[in-house]
């Protein structure tokens, strides 16, 4: 018997290759009559050029960093009060997507974005539209109400309804460009959703068929899009594997692997999607139930060991980090205290608590 849930999905998705093209007919459907642009250095240029052929993009903030600074959200919102703008676009990855959430969801209101950061002031009831358009196939963040933000060296992960999009604009052709560790590491971070919107406590039946979907997918593509990034079957399918992954885990949420990337990120510089790939082959063995062996038959494995050890090869294909030794020196105490303290740590279905992780990451040396 199927249990009782409730599924929402709001954000409207224009998905296949040349869809970037038709932003200009978007912002019409959208209404948005002045845009601001949200976006990386390696995507500035194109943003400038975008903004003389489309006059209703008023200013572009170029300069989103890796994780993205309450800096930046703030030279966002001043572009976009300055121009009274009702729309704000994230071109990029997750860190641009971030970005543009984060300034929409604040540009109507009178504090400041720490104050938002620090929830010491309720986000304005009036917002920007949210128009994002993912360069990467890894995030999901275009179909979530999350935002992941930096005040100096303080990471937190940010969940409210304000910063879901109203549009996903997702082309695999702005994919093209990646690089293949960039590929890699924002692939598995796709593979991480998908797993963790699976094994959440808080799953559901319709995430847990995207999840499966998604991670047939990535299975079968990530390392075609690795090796040949002009492989535009492979790119189509990790990008549709990608909004898969992020409407498999907006409901339910992530779990340990992203409980643990926090701390690996943050302490050991290690990208998002490599920190989430760091500890997920160990957390599908220690997760490894009758629901998890089922995904791992529907996708065409024998078992979660097979699942755990494909997720192991694609890490050392890609020369990812996978042992602590490779980290540095590590607080091995700090590490497991932080990760066990990280509030999406309750969402795993084994209670994982510090002597547990040490276990984990002691196998891991």
Known sequence: MIAEFVYSQPVKIWFGEGQFARLGEIL???????CVIACGRHFAPEAEALMGREPRIKAVFGAVEQNPQLSGIEETVRLARAHVADTVIGIGG??????AKFAAAIARGEGEAEEYFRGTLPFPAERLTIVAVPT?????SEVTQVSVVS????????????????????????????PPRTTMNTG??????????????NHQPIPDLMAIEAVRLIL???????????DREARAAMAYASLLGGLSFALPKTAASHACSYPLSEDYHLP?????????????????DERLEHLAQAVGLKDTEELAERIAALKKMAGLRTRLSELGEVDLDKLCRDCAAHPLMK????????ARLREMFEALQ
């Open 28 to 34: 019409n459907e959208l209404g948005s009559q002045s």
């Open 94 to 99: 997750g860190s641009s997507i971030d970005t």
């Open 136 to 140: 990467t196939a890894g995030t999901g």
């Open 151 to 178: 005040f100096g060296k303080e990471k937190k992960t940010i969940n409210n309804p304000v910063f879901m999009p109203r549009a996903a604009i997702v082309d695999p052709l702005m994919s093209a460009g990646v």
């Open 188 to 201: 598995l971070d796709a593979m991480a959703h998908a797993l963790e919107g699976y094994w959440s406590r």
């Open 220 to 230: 079968n593509n990530l390392e075609r899009a690795w090796r040949d990034g002009s």
């Open 272 to 288: 998002h999607g490599e920190a989430c790939a760091f500890t997920l082959d160990s957390l599908v063995r220690i997760n490894a």
């Open 347 to 354: 969402n795993n279905p084994v209670q994982l608590d510090e």
